[in-house]
């Protein structure tokens, strides 16, 4: 019975590789596809979109067809970190690039576009705004044309927006950027007309696009929040159908305080609340609109107050105070958002999994390690070199206890000749010589288990932190997080074709041929299991876990060849030490004489 665990063991490790091949890479490789076609999209018209405000007010309806109008005014944002315009139609934040990071590693590729306007292919965007709740105070809409004080936004130069309605109500929207991606906006209503107005101010995100997902289960893309403490997540998919039950809405809560926006692997957009105290209502929508292609999705996060506020003759009120974050998930930048701000959970809106409490101490340890020597790479080496002292121990007494089983295996195939027709009494002889001779014959497969968790926790740091995203090793690795660009199937770049274009199992990369011939050597040290079923499994494993690496991200096909460099150099070790011992058993006392 044992040995079955021990073999159930070592298959279920291959089992959790396979699925991370089959069912993660297979979804990925389908995304790069869709995110090629849309690349190849990027030249045709805009689609038109329809009526869906936060409030289903105030009108999304691009103008009539042959109106002609004037093209709309545009203010500059400049940051140290972001770059972009200020729409004033509308008043529109929906233009902004992202000046730390670019789409490849080529360093001439071009900036990330977070935001981009409704005239581009995937608009994207935030945007302030009213609902009149009185249904008779005009409020400004998506074709009100603002008028600013300030020239520009930039830290330290706050910007003023203004609509006056012409029958006593002045809109006013003042917005300031900080150093890195966070957007303050104070939306008030100056009331000088002579009757009491019913106001309710929103905020949104809004993509007018189904933007391209990795596809990967691990990961996600899509909806995102915490609200009232607790971590609300929806896939594009998921709300889709929640909302077709609810006529656009797929998700609504009364909150204090709390954060929701959208997701993608490495980029944010998100509204939480200056006052983490107040109360609001936040609400998930997916809207499908007609458009140039039919039926085309709408997806937006909105922020409002539960209730309309109202504003009296003379008085000054009808906002809010909301902060816009726009830019990358930078770990250490989320968590000083989080202290400083008080945004609760920020940075779960980073994907760290359900091993958070491995991965995210794992990432402080390799980014402190990564300051230390300047390489992500070393720092993985470093890393996994402290992880196998750590469990040195472990591993030694594992060894012992496959050693010992392999000087029982006579013993135990002799109990299997002798009870072949009763398995039952032989397991139970088994057991008892287990016991005699104090050996756990699933000790061996410990360290397998164990590694698991740390397996999954490290491909999740390497996966989903930006910090990671085109950071370089050495030679032809020059970004850790993606796969080994290099290949046996070309002879390593010497045949001037792609095999990749054949069949996307044609891709044997040199590192994956490194951990695979390091697998093999470390299992040649290691005692041969005396079952043979357990043998053959062994024998294979070398191959499957080549094989199933081969696309996984480099940085975790180089840990995994340094930590089987690592056993080999540990197991020499171990039955050096373990020689040294039995030598000094068997010597013989020195004589008096």
Same mark, same amino acid.
């Given at each position: 019975?044992?040995?079955?665990?021990?073999?159930?063991?070592?298959?279920?490790?291959?089992?959790?590789?396979?699925?991370?091949?089959?069912?993660?890479?297979?979804?990925?490789?389908?995304?790069?596809?869709?995110?090629?076609?849309?690349?190849?999209?990027?030249?045709?018209?805009?689609?038109?979109?329809?009526?869906?405000?936060?409030?289903?007010?105030?009108?999304?309806?691009?103008?009539?067809?042959?109106?002609?109008?004037?093209?709309?005014?545009?203010?500059?944002?400049?940051?140290?970190?972001?770059?972009?315009?200020?729409?004033?139609?509308?008043?529109?934040?929906?233009?902004?690039?992202?000046?730390?990071?670019?789409?490849?590693?080529?360093?001439?590729?071009?900036?990330?576009?977070?935001?981009?306007?409704?005239?581009?292919?995937?608009?994207?965007?935030?945007?302030?705004?009213?609902?009149?709740?009185?249904?008779?105070?005009?409020?400004?809409?998506?074709?009100?044309?603002?008028?600013?004080?300030?020239?520009?936004?930039?830290?330290?130069?706050?910007?003023?927006?203004?609509?006056?309605?012409?029958?006593?109500?002045?809109?006013?929207?003042?917005?300031?950027?900080?150093?890195?991606?966070?957007?303050?906006?104070?939306?008030?209503?100056?009331?000088?007309?002579?009757?009491?107005?019913?106001?309710?101010?929103?905020?949104?995100?809004?993509?007018?696009?189904?933007?391209?997902?990795?596809?990967?289960?691990?990961?996600?893309?899509?909806?995102?929040?915490?609200?009232?403490?607790?971590?609300?997540?929806?896939?594009?998919?998921?709300?889709?159908?929640?909302?077709?039950?609810?006529?656009?809405?797929?998700?609504?809560?009364?909150?204090?305080?709390?954060?929701?926006?959208?997701?993608?692997?490495?980029?944010?957009?998100?509204?939480?609340?200056?006052?983490?105290?107040?109360?609001?209502?936040?609400?998930?929508?997916?809207?499908?609109?007609?458009?140039?292609?039919?039926?085309?999705?709408?997806?937006?996060?909105?922020?409002?107050?539960?209730?309309?506020?109202?504003?009296?003759?003379?008085?000054?009120?009808?906002?809010?105070?909301?902060?816009?974050?726009?830019?990358?998930?930078?770990?250490?930048?989320?968590?000083?958002?989080?202290?400083?701000?008080?945004?609760?959970?920020?940075?779960? =809106?980073?994907? @760290? !999994? %359900?091993?958070?409490? /491995?991965?995210? &101490?794992?990432?402080?340890? *390799?980014?402190? #390690? +990564?300051? $230390?020597?300047?390489?992500?790479?070393?720092?993985?080496?470093?890393?996994?070199?402290?992880?196998?002292?750590?469990?040195?121990?472990?591993?030694?007494?594992?060894?012992?206890?496959?050693?010992?089983?392999?000087?029982?295996?006579?013993?135990?195939?002799?109990?299997?000749?002798?009870?072949?027709?009763?398995?039952?009494?032989?397991?139970?002889?088994?057991?008892?010589?287990?016991?005699?001779?104090?050996?756990?014959?699933?000790?061996?497969?410990?360290?397998?288990?164990?590694?698991?968790?740390?397996?999954?926790?490290?491909?999740?740091?390497?996966?989903?932190?930006?910090?990671?995203?085109? =950071?370089?090793? @050495? !030679? %032809?690795?020059?970004? /850790?997080?993606? &796969?080994?660009?290099?290949? *046996?199937?070309? #002879? +390593?770049? $010497?045949?001037?074709?792609?095999?990749?274009?054949?069949?996307?199992?044609?891709?044997?990369?040199?590192?994956?041929?490194?951990?695979?011939?390091?697998?093999?050597?470390?299992?040649?040290?290691?005692?041969?299991?005396?079952?043979?079923?357990?043998?053959?499994?062994?024998?294979?494993?070398?191959?499957?876990?080549?094989?199933?690496?081969?696309?996984?991200?480099?940085?975790?096909?180089?840990?995994?060849?340094?930590?089987?460099?690592?056993?080999?150099?540990?197991?020499?070790?171990?039955?050096?030490?373990?020689?040294?011992?039995?030598?000094?058993?068997?010597?013989?006392?020195?004589?008096?004489?």
């Amino acid at each position: 019975m044992d040995n079955k665990r021990l073999l159930l063991a070592i298959i279920a490790s291959i089992g959790i590789l396979l699925v991370f091949e089959t069912v993660f890479n297979k979804p990925a490789r389908e995304a790069q596809r869709a995110q090629q076609q849309q690349a190849a999209q990027l030249a045709q018209p805009a689609p038109t979109p329809g009526p869906a405000g936060p409030l289903r007010t105030p009108t999304d309806a691009a103008p009539a067809a042959g109106t002609p109008r004037e093209p709309a005014a545009r203010l500059p944002v400049e940051g140290p970190r972001v770059q972009g315009t200020l729409n004033l139609r509308g008043a529109r934040l929906d233009d902004l690039v992202l000046r730390d990071y670019r789409e490849t590693t080529d360093p001439n590729s071009p900036l990330v576009r977070l935001f981009a306007p409704r005239e581009g292919s995937a608009p994207y965007y935030a945007q302030w705004g009213w609902t009149a709740a009185d249904g008779r105070t005009p409020v400004p809409g998506n074709d009100t044309d603002w008028q600013a004080e300030g020239g520009r936004l930039a830290p330290g130069n706050p910007l003023t927006l203004r609509w006056d309605n012409g029958q006593g109500q002045v809109f006013e929207i003042v917005l300031a950027l900080d150093e890195n991606y966070m957007v303050t906006a104070e939306q008030r209503v100056r009331n000088t007309g002579e009757q009491p107005v019913q106001l309710l101010p929103w905020a949104r995100i809004r993509r007018e696009s189904t933007p391209p997902t990795q596809g990967f289960y691990i990961l996600h893309e899509g909806f995102v929040g915490v609200l009232d403490g607790r971590l609300r997540e929806m896939t594009y998919k998921a709300a889709k159908e929640e909302a077709g039950k609810r006529s656009g809405l797929a998700f609504e809560q009364e909150t204090s305080g709390g954060w929701s926006g959208f997701t993608d692997k490495y980029w944010l957009a998100a509204l939480t609340p200056v006052d983490q105290s107040a109360r609001l209502r936040a609400s998930y929508r997916a809207v499908p609109e007609a458009g140039p292609h039919g039926q085309e999705d709408r997806w937006q996060v909105d922020f409002a107050p539960p209730a309309p506020m109202e504003v009296t003759p003379g008085a000054t009120g009808g906002g809010q105070a909301l902060r816009l974050f726009a830019g990358a998930k930078e770990v250490h930048l989320l968590d000083a958002y989080a202290s400083r701000l008080g945004i609760p959970d920020f940075d779960k =809106a980073i994907d @760290f !999994g %359900w091993f958070y409490f /491995l991965t995210k &101490p794992f990432f402080f340890a *390799l980014d402190w #390690l +990564f300051k $230390l020597f300047g390489n992500f790479g070393i720092a993985i080496l470093v890393f996994t070199l402290a992880l196998k002292a750590a469990f040195f121990p472990l591993a030694n007494k594992a060894y012992k206890s496959m050693a010992r089983m392999k000087v029982l295996g006579p013993k135990m195939q002799e109990i299997r000749e002798r009870h072949k027709e009763d398995p039952a009494k032989a397991q139970a002889e088994m057991m008892a010589l287990y016991r005699t001779e104090k050996v756990n014959p699933a000790s061996g497969c410990l360290p397998i288990v164990i590694q698991i968790p740390v397996f999954f926790a490290l491909y999740k740091v390497l996966f989903v932190t930006i910090e990671m995203r085109h =950071a370089p090793f @050495f !030679g %032809w690795i020059r970004d /850790l997080s993606a &796969p080994d660009p290099t290949n *046996l199937f070309n #002879l +390593f770049g $010497l045949i001037p074709y792609d095999p990749m274009q054949l069949s996307h199992y044609l891709h044997m990369p040199a590192w994956a041929l490194i951990m695979g011939v390091t697998m093999f050597l470390q299992q040649k040290l290691n005692p041969a299991p005396p079952d043979p079923i357990q043998a053959k499994v062994f024998q294979y494993m070398p191959i499957i876990f080549t094989f199933m690496l081969a696309s996984f991200p480099a940085g975790l096909v180089i840990y995994w060849s340094w930590n089987n460099l690592l056993s080999i150099a540990q197991q020499w070790y171990i039955m050096r030490l373990d020689a040294q011992r039995k030598g000094k058993a068997v010597a013989p006392a020195p004589s008096k004489g």
